[in-house]
Antibody, heavy 120, light 107 residues
């Protein structure tokens, strides 16, 4: 059974860098031809795709985040990571890690997500 | 980017009734690369439908998706008490992938 767990600080100060890791168990991050996505949800709002990564390191991110996003993968640890720089209150959200299906760029497995609050 | 507009914002129905949710795209979603997700409070979204009309693994057949181009629908033929939740559509045809703002199905 695939499990996806996001971990990281729940509170980040404005202008600082948010760093989250996503640990995958029950399956290899580098098998099956799957991309892995980061998605966030502002409190009580809709969903926003942040970016994705393939196990080879190939990535793509949402232009709306204006180059503040970096996504990395560590296949030896079966982990991916998200780095978001220069955070503001607008980055307060639940951050999800999810697997893209091998049938297309939709998400067939989601981790539980973690709430990150940006506040001084 | 492709903007998805879902309607209605809230759908008030009773168990056993039929629910029809709409998702309209600002431009054509080629190859029907549209998905639907269900989200309950405090939970992550769950994939229901992909490719506009294909049910994901384990999804009951009371859920069906349809449409093409810019207009898509999610239909729940007979609402079960566990179906009262938020529903989001997503296009994955072009980058950035985008989601609709959601439809809440409530009792």
């Amino acid at each position: 059974q695939l499990q996806v767990q996001v971990s990281g600080p729940g509170l980040v100060r404005p202008s600082q860098t948010l760093y989250l890791t996503c640990t995958v168990s029950g399956g290899s991050i580098s098998s099956g031809g799957h991309y892995w996505s980061w998605i966030r949800q502002h409190p009580g709002k809709g969903l926003e795709w942040i970016g994705y990564i393939f196990y080879t390191g190939s990535t793509n991110s949402n232009p709306s985040l204006k180059g503040r996003v970096s996504i990395d993968v560590d296949t030896s640890k079966n982990q991916l990571s998200l780095l978001l720089t220069s955070v503001t209150a607008a980055d307060t959200a639940i951050y999800y890690c999810a697997r893209d299906s091998s049938s297309g760029w939709f998400q067939d497995y989601w981790g539980q997500g973690t709430l990150v609050t940006v506040s001084s | 980017e492709i903007v998805l507009t879902q309607s209605p914002g809230t759908l008030s129905l009773s168990p056993g009734e039929r629910a029809t949710l709409s998702c309209r795209a600002s431009q054509s979603v080629s190859s029907n690369y549209l998905a639907w997700y269900q989200q309950k409070p405090g939970q992550a979204p769950r994939l229901l439908i992909y490719g506009a009309s294909n049910r994901a693994t384990g999804i009951p057949d009371r859920f069906s998706g349809g449409g093409s181009g810019t207009d898509f629908t999610l239909t729940i033929s007979r609402l079960d008490p566990e179906d009262f939740a938020m529903y989001f559509c997503q296009q994955y045809h072009s980058s950035p992938r985008t989601f609709g703002q959601g439809t809440k199905v409530e009792v």
